[in-house]
């Protein structure tokens, strides 16, 4: 059975030196959701301008519906200046104000959460208080059973001690990388005076720290080209990852958490859920850009060569 699966969230162009990319959280995830075989749709906001257009478009030979992509009069399509070093690391400076900060809670939002089996969200569409209060009534508008993965995804100052917080407790899956993990654990105060190990306790205690104290199912903490680790309540999975050629980070976790997401909804193991995330996130990383193309139209012909 499809799945209905949202990414909820900033829609913007990742502009590059050499090349302009559809990006931003929700939409990448979207993307790889849907090449897994679910219906990934992204609810999102776009100026009336060129570039709004244009992501409509791209989103359209994505494959992925328009219909939840609201359009602003008065406030511009989102864009990052994006620069990558040598070793395929992304970093990002991000416009404001941009059309996403002003998502509006509508009944055609409403009815899309309703039917939601699962909803992506992440910090950095909550940076203004409009978007941040649409994504709480998208969130509480889903059903008992859906699943709410918490994306964290620090960006600039972004984010805040209560944010994180508020966002923990709403969610059922928090998904971070190492580089978050010690950053969240001191600003939620959750570091003892005698911890002498980086800052955050370990990252396997920290996740079960997170997981008891927010009532998790799943912490999820991503370690780069050294895999991961999954921490739930019945016990966790460690992987070491894929050795790939990296092209360029751009939207490799956003499609690490739609894989995972996918297999957590498809019943699937902690080791498997870790195996495939890992798999589809090093495809990504493998491939300019963030919504790469798979070969010869099918994703398992991607995943096939690097596994």
């Not at 400076?93 to 992440?122: K, N, Y």
């Not at 008992?144 to 709403?170: T, W």
């Not at 360029?248 to 859920?273: N, Q, V």
Request: net charge negative; hydrophobic share 40%.
């Amino acid at each position: 059975m499809k799945k209905t699966v949202v990414g909820l969230g900033e829609i913007l162009w990742d502009v590059l030196p050499n090349a302009t990319h559809l990006g931003g959280a929700p939409a990448n995830f979207a993307y790889i959701t849907s090449l897994m075989g679910d219906r990934g749709v992204v609810a999102s906001r776009v100026g009336a301008d060129a570039r709004g257009q244009e992501a409509r478009r791209r989103m359209d030979a994505l494959g992925l519906p328009v219909t939840f992509l609201q359009t602003d009069k008065d406030h511009p399509t989102g864009t990052a200046q994006a620069c990558v070093d040598g070793k395929g690391q992304a970093s990002f400076v991000i416009a404001q104000p941009a059309a996403w900060d002003f998502m509006e809670w509508t009944t055609q939002w409403q009815d899309l959460a309703r039917g939601a089996d699962a909803v992506c969200f992440g910090s950095l569409a909550q940076r203004s208080a409009q978007s941040r209060e649409t994504i709480r009534n998208f969130l509480r508008a889903t059903s008992r059973d859906a699943l709410r993965i918490f994306d964290v995804n620090l960006r600039g100052d972004f984010y805040s001690r209560e944010l994180l917080a508020e966002s923990m407790s709403l969610a059922d899956i928090v998904k971070l990388n190492d580089e978050e993990l010690p950053r969240i654990m001191k600003l939620g105060g959750l570091v003892h005076s005698n911890d002498h190990s980086g800052g955050h306790g370990g990252e396997k205690s920290s996740a079960e720290k997170l997981l008891r104290l927010y009532d998790l199912e799943l912490v999820c903490i991503t370690r780069g080209n050294r895999g991961s680790l999954l921490v739930g309540k019945s016990g966790s999975s460690q992987h070491a990852g894929f050795r790939v050629q990296v092209a360029d980070t751009i939207g490799a976790g956003d499609a690490f958490t739609a894989g995972l997401t996918h297999e957590y909804l498809h019943g699937a193991t902690l080791d498997g859920m870790n195996e495939v995330a890992n798999l589809v996130g090093a495809w990504v990383a493998s491939q300019p850009g963030a919504t790469p193309a798979p070969k010869q139209g099918a994703l398992e012909n991607s995943l096939a060569e690097i596994s």
